[in-house]
């Protein structure tokens, strides 16, 4: 069975910083490329940051670029994403994403929700 679990989220202060974990199983992690998404209320979601599979290459949307940092443990199956500088334009639902090369595997997380006060 497939599963992504997230978590880390929460409430935090405009300026603060949370990390957000995905802990995985039931699919081979490392040959995976892995990504957050994130969907505030009334909007679509939107692809936050992403990995390849060895963690080599990570690419981010510009509105977190230089303030969110994605990265992989492969032994333990769980990708991070440590977010600094909060603001309340962060504020959504952030969910977890595992794809496969091809794309005919595309896994998610239930969500987890962070709330940035200002």
């Known amino acids: 069975q497939v599963r992504l679990v997230e978590s880390g989220g929460g409430l935090v202060q405009s300026g603060g910083s949370l990390r957000l974990s995905c802990a995985t199983s039931?699919?081979?992690?490392?040959?995976?490329?892995m990504s957050w998404y994130r969907q505030a209320p009334g909007k679509e979601r939107e692809l936050v940051a992403s990995?390849?599979?060895?963690?080599?290459?990570?690419n981010y949307a510009d509105s977190v670029k230089g303030r969110f940092t994605i990265s992989r443990d492969n032994a333990k199956r769980t990708v991070y994403l440590q977010m600094t500088s909060l603001n309340p334009e962060d504020t959504a639902v952030y969910y977890c994403?595992?794809?496969?090369?091809?794309?005919?595997?595309?896994?998610w997380g239930q969500g987890t929700q962070v709330t940035v006060s200002s």
């Open positions: 039931g699919f081979t992690f490392s040959t995976y490329a």
């Open positions: 994403n595992g794809r496969n090369r091809f794309g005919t595997y595309n896994y």
């Open positions: 990995t390849i599979s060895t963690g080599g290459i990570t």
